[in-house]
């Protein structure tokens, strides 16, 4: 038999079915033919090895944010199927920062209206372009500790747009990341009785009175005011607290896990589903964020999925390290670069930054960052969105700016951010660590080429 006639009748043409076990077990195979086959074979995996390693994986991205998640996964060699968020300020921020990807593949606009109609008139067709990767970081404003959370925000649903696209594109592999406090959250199911919806309008209103008093609470603080209005003004907090306790209670009934659901939701649409929380520092980030990733993989693929190992949980990089790397002689210098100028606090607000200590916080009188003081010793903590919110210099009594801000979160020193600054920090806080998204991108080229 001659290989080919080999190959045909056993292996179906296909060189990479050769088995040398199978292969020795053919009566009358000849060895020259043996021999001409197992060459082929090697050739095959030669090919098929630099194959992988030339090969550029692919990845669309929901919820991009200012591209803490991009950026990282560009790095990697990742290749953009299209990048999409809602927010003006952060798809300038991509804009501005990748010269590389084509603005026809950079989407402003609400997750709920890219169909497939909206994808075809863009130029891709969902069910063509073998995505290897999509990312959503859903929107965490219902699910994040950082505030009162509402579980009836209609920002809750948007994890189902998110998996409407997973069933749309078909990944390879799906990840949804958010803050761990949505392992924990509970919303409301959706078509209730309108007895129910009163009572959630009821919820909603003792909420939104819930934030007016505890920002006019924190703005009392702020001046010379007698003391007992301050109590007063607590006593009031805590009571309009216990109500909304009360009515949430009333409400357990209806209301559900979002985590179990995306679970579930991945499940029927034949995924095998992985979630844990990193802790950002032990990949070589200079905060001790933590993120949850939700990781679901594809059922034809057998490989089991598996999560970077840490790469510098003995080695974490400081703050120290981080500002280091800012060039203040040169393009970082606050007369040339706008965003490494520093707010200019009052002298009564300058005085209380002065009793904080890295060991020592300060009573809430304004904001949380700025009541705590950076270590240059250790990794950030989380940096909160909101420019009065972002914790004060380690040496200075300042906040610290937003390119400092930034640089903690490993982007590059000369990267430009969109919008005012308020909406500059919270593109800061909002984002993914740039280290964090490179590794765990690393990661995802190595599971993508062993399948």
Not at 47 to 59: D, G, H, P, S, Y
Not at 80 to 94: G, H, K, L, P, R
Not at 181 to 190: D, H, N, Q
Not at 412 to 423: I, L, S, T, W, Y
Request: hydrophobic residues 35%; positive net charge; aromatic residues 8%.
């Amino acid at each position: 038999m001659s290989y080919e006639e080999v190959l045909k009748e056993h292996f179906s043409n296909e060189i990479k079915r050769v088995s040398n076990t199978k292969l020795k077990k053919i009566e009358g195979l000849d060895p020259l033919v043996y021999d001409k086959l197992i060459k082929m074979k090697k050739e095959y995996n030669k090919a098929k090895k630099a194959n992988k390693q030339t090969k550029k994986f692919t990845i669309a991205e929901t919820f991009v944010g200012c591209g803490g998640s991009h950026f990282g996964f560009k790095r990697a060699g990742f290749e953009s199927i299209f990048v999409n968020d809602c927010w003006n300020d952060a798809i300038d921020t991509i804009k501005l920062n990748d010269k590389d990807l084509s603005h026809d593949k950079i989407f402003l606009e609400d997750i709920k209206k890219l169909d497939e109609e909206f994808f075809i008139n863009n130029n891709i067709n969902p069910s063509e372009c073998n995505t290897d990767i999509l990312l959503g970081g859903v929107v965490c404003k219902g699910f994040s500790l950082a505030g009162v959370r509402n579980p009836y925000d209609e920002r809750n649903y948007l994890y189902l747009e998110q998996l409407r696209l997973v069933n749309m594109f078909r990944p390879k592999v799906s990840i949804i990341e958010n803050v761990p406090g949505i392992i924990s959250m509970k919303i409301l199911k959706r078509n209730q009785s309108e007895e129910l919806k009163l009572m959630c309008e009821k919820v909603d209103k003792i909420i939104q009175e819930f934030k007016s008093q505890r920002a006019q609470l924190i703005g009392l603080k702020k001046q010379e005011v007698d003391e007992s209005l301050i109590i007063e003004k607590n006593d009031l907090i805590a009571k309009i607290s216990d109500e909304r306790k009360i009515l949430e209670k009333e409400l357990e009934g209806n209301m559900y896990s979002v985590i179990d659901d995306i679970e579930n939701k991945y499940i029927e649409l034949g995924y095998k589903v992985y979630k844990k929380v990193l802790m950002c520092s032990n990949y070589e980030c200079a905060t001790n964020r933590k993120r949850l990733f939700i990781v679901a993989v594809r059922n034809d693929i057998e490989k089991e999925w598996t999560y970077p190992e840490s790469v510098s949980e003995n080695n974490k990089p400081t703050v120290k390290d981080a500002l280091d790397l800012l060039d203040l002689n040169g393009i970082n210098d606050p007369k040339k670069d706008p965003m490494n100028v520093p707010m200019n606090h009052r002298p009564k607000t300058i005085e209380k930054f002065k009793q904080i200590t890295c060991d020592k916080k300060a009573g809430t009188f304004f904001s949380r960052g700025s009541s705590q003081r950076l270590d240059y010793n250790k990794p950030a903590p989380t940096l909160v969105p909101g420019h009065s919110s972002f914790q004060l210099h380690p040496t200075e009594h300042r906040s610290i700016t937003v390119r400092e801000g930034a640089i903690i979160s490993g982007f590059p020193k000369d990267f430009q951010f969109a919008g005012v600054h308020g909406h500059q920090c919270m593109q800061i806080g909002n984002a993914i660590p740039v280290n964090m998204a490179y590794h765990l991108a690393e990661h995802c080229k190595k599971f993508l080429s062993s399948i």
